[in-house]
Structures are given as structure tokens and as C-alpha cells.
């Protein structure tokens, strides 16, 4: 039987960028952002993997997004990692594909100033709706 990584390879193909093995249940699969949909589409769809969380960072020259999924069976999570311009950090929104994702990505919006587009439903979630322009986990001290 062919192992989880090797499934993915095989999946995933071409829009593979890097892979990193934290150890043989912990797999870091670096992506472009533009072949998120597909490949979490891929993941989430037709290997039938569980999403677990998204999580987003702010790094010294991008933002990173990590999107965990677990493949319970075997007992190994996969994270699939994008790189977002810092500038311009935005990235489609997942919500189409895996409805539980709207509220993260709400939450990465609102505390990171990550634009997730195509989102449906983009409003504030943690902060009130007075809260303007300053993105609370951001390096900046102003939070621009």
C-alpha cells in the first residue's frame, strides 16, 4: 500500500514546491498560493482528509498560512504551507470547499490584515465592529 506522502506526491504533482518531514506522521508541504483551492481540494475531497485548523504568522518579509489536515487512519497530519506577500497579503478563501474554514479566516483578517477573497461572509469576529485599520498581531507597533 502506498504511503500517505507518496499518495500526495502523486496527487499533488507539479504544485509541490517543497515538502518537509517533521518526522513519518508530520508532513510540511510548501505550495503557491495560487494552487490552494486545488490542492485543498485534493486533500480535503478526495483523500477525504479531516481539517483540522488553519493558522497564519506574520514572518519578517510574508505572512505564512498553514492549513492542517489529518489523515486519522494512518495518524498523520499534513499541513499544507503558503507564502503571502506582505504588501498585499491575500489569498482565496477556502470556504467553498471546506465550510468549517470561514471563521479562521475570519479571524486571520481581522488580527493579521490577511484579505481572504471570495469570502462570503467577511466581518469582524473577535474585535467590535468599531475596531479600525490596526491589525492587533502584526510586528508593527501601530499594527499598518
Keep these: 500500500m502506498n504511503s500517505i506522502l507518496d499518495i500526495l506526491k502523486s496527487k499533488l504533482d507539479k504544485k509541490v514546491k517543497d515538502i518537509h518531514l517533521h ?12 494552487d490552494i483551492k486545488d490542492c485543498a481540494s485534493i486533500i480535503f475531497k478526495d483523500l477525504d482528509a479531516r481539517y483540522i485548523i488553519a493558522s497564519g ?34 489569498i482565496d478563501s477556502l470556504t467553498d470547499i ?24 467577511m466581518k469582524h469576529f473577535l474585535l467590535g465592529d ?14 499598518k
Design 23 to 34: 518526522n513519518t506522521k508530520r508532513i510540511y508541504i510548501t505550495i503557491d498560493k495560487r
Design 57 to 90: 504568522i506574520e514572518n519578517f518579509d510574508s505572512f505564512e498560512i498553514l492549513y492542517h489536515f489529518g489523515f486519522d487512519s494512518e495518524g498523520t497530519i499534513v499541513s499544507l504551507k503558503v507564502y503571502l506577500d506582505k504588501e498585499k497579503p491575500e
Design 98 to 121: 471546506i465550510p468549517g474554514i470561514s471563521y479562521i479566516e475570519r479571524e486571520m483578517w481581522e488580527l493579521l490584515g490577511i484579505n481572504f477573497t471570495g469570502h462570503p461572509d
Design 130 to 143: 468599531e475596531w479600525e485599520g490596526k491589525y492587533p498581531l502584526r510586528k508593527e507597533k501601530d499594527g
